[in-house]
């Protein structure tokens, strides 16, 4: 069922006779589900009731044939005689052809053999819900169309015509405004309402281009039963039967009497102010040329100090210009001044910065010479202190090497003196080592000058 539209059979209500309670119960539980309205019956008696009571909402039949008191084929016969076009199904144990010959009479839509195939029954009931769609599409259509064409025929001249362009039908407002009677030009050529001032090629172009599926538009002069005339807006469209042959024409019109005749009255309007325009143009001819050498001569004036503005617009314009180069150079001028004003101001910055730093450097080279000289001084007192102690000691080890040269004169042993010797000689080195190590850290800390004055220039 999966191509089952519902919203479809939404829209109709189904009767539903069956004598069987068991099979009706549950088709009719199971129809419920689709559509709109599900009425049932036990029999045909029962069924011809409920479609009398209802049968403005019923759409579709769907009938057992043989059923107690009046069957199915009953039933339908007695419906068919107040309604010709209501959708039956007969469900039947049967399929002998008397059965068929009934049903073909009775312009049954379907029936099927029972027991009842639910997936046939509601396939069959979804193409005839399609087919009502249709019909009523079809239905509501023809009902738009129907309201166009009134409005047509209200408000425009219709006019309808054979194949041969003889006149088989005029509306009501043809015969308003044309003063003809309907009947009286039935059978009649289409030209027949040409004005004589229309020309005739007019209608056989009609007659030539309308048979061929073209339409036909222009506005055209038509005469009256009176011979005036209207005005009209004219369209000729062809006429096709089913099989696309062509049957006759049709044509409609609007009328444009009065427009035309506005238009006509203002153009005449127009052409005698144009007339009454030019006579007093003339009476005033006089009067026009004193005036318009009048104006000749304000607009020569007129153009003598337009020049003279001009010649002092251009003057003007020379000394923008001219003031405009110089302004330019003074501005670059000034530009530059500025340049070299922060250039003088940056110069003059850094020579402060410079003599501030001078000064600084000034004042602590003189520290940096105070603490030379001090560092000199101490250094010379303790170079000289370390002389003298030099000195000292040195004397003072003559002194005892006098001594042990006393001692190891008086001394008779000569491993002992020896022994001696050894070991003054080791002290001496070890004093002179000592002595050589002093030198170099003097030699590290002290100034060259320094140096000289203690150890002289060599």
Known sequence: MSNIDKKLLKRLSVLYVEDDSSVRN?????LSNFFKNVFSAVDGKEGLEVYNEKKESIDVIIADINMPNLSGIEMVKKIRETNKDISVIFATAYSDNDFLNEAIKLKV?????????IRKLMAILNELATTKYQEFLIEQQTKELKKYKDIIYNNNIVIRTDKEFKIKYVNDLFCEITGFDSEE??????????????DKKIYEKIKRTVPSNQQFDERIKNRKKDNSYYISSTSVIAVLND????????MIQKDETQEAIKRREVQTHLIKDKGEIFIKGKENNAEL???????????????KELNKAKADKDKYIYSL???GVENKKLKLQLKQFHKETNTIEEKHHLVKKINKESADLKVENRMLLRKIDTIEEEHEKQCKQIKVNFEVEIDDLEKELNTLKEKLSNIDDAESVSQKLSYWKEKAKAEAKKVEKLEKELLKIA?????????GSS
């Open 185 to 198: 030009l039935l059978g009649k050529d289409i030209d027949v309402i040409r004005h004589p001032e229309t």
């Open 26 to 30: 549950e088709l009719v539980s199971l």
């Open 109 to 117: 839509f379907e029936y099927i053999i029972k027991p009842i195939d």
């Open 321 to 323: 210009e001219k003031y």
């Open 243 to 250: 099989t696309g042959d062509f049957i006759g024409s049709l």
């Open 289 to 303: 040329q004193y005036e318009i050498n009048r104006l000749k001569y304000e607009i020569e004036s007129s153009q």
């Open 447 to 455: 100034d060259k000058d320094v140096l000289v004055r203690i150890f």
